[in-house]
Nanobody, 124 residues
Framework: VQLVESGGGLVQAGGSLRLSCATSGFTFDDYTIVWFRQAPGKVREGVSCINLSERSTFYADSVKSRFTISSDNAAKTVYLQIISLKPEDTGVYYC??????????????????WGQGTQVTVSS
């Protein structure tokens, strides 16, 4: 199983980014993918999740109006679209995968496979 994030970079506040999580080595539709982020000196935070079987999605309250998770099953890639970026969105963004179906009670729990992360830096 391999997860490779891309799309991060340096962007001004108010801008937008689309992060990608390219996957390989597993049956895409069977899995759940989550995006976490970790800011310097802070605890890792789950931001969004998608069950790839039927594309149900979950979001942290702090990002719900600005982040959109989606998937391209043909490309085996999950995206995280972020608009109206804020300096507090700065951090390393990771995608992770797990076979277990998730709901609103457990979408942050225990993911088996992780990517290496992509840095997002938002300047004010």
């Amino acid at each position: 199983v391999q997860l490779v994030e891309s799309g991060g970079g340096l962007v001004q506040a108010g801008g937008s980014l689309r992060l990608s999580c390219a996957t390989s080595g597993f049956t895409f539709d069977d899995y759940t993918i989550v995006w976490f982020r970790q800011a310097p000196g802070k605890v890792r935070e789950g931001v969004s999740c998608i069950n790839l079987s039927e594309r149900s999605t979950f979001y942290a309250d702090s990002v719900k109006s600005r982040f959109t998770i989606s998937s391209d099953n043909a490309a085996k890639t999950v995206y995280l679209q972020i608009i109206s970026l804020k300096p507090e969105d700065t951090g390393v963004y990771y995608c992770a995968a797990d076979l277990r179906y998730r709901d609103e009670t457990n979408w942050l729990d225990n993911y088996r496979y992780w990517g290496q992360g992509t840095q997002v830096t938002v300047s004010s």
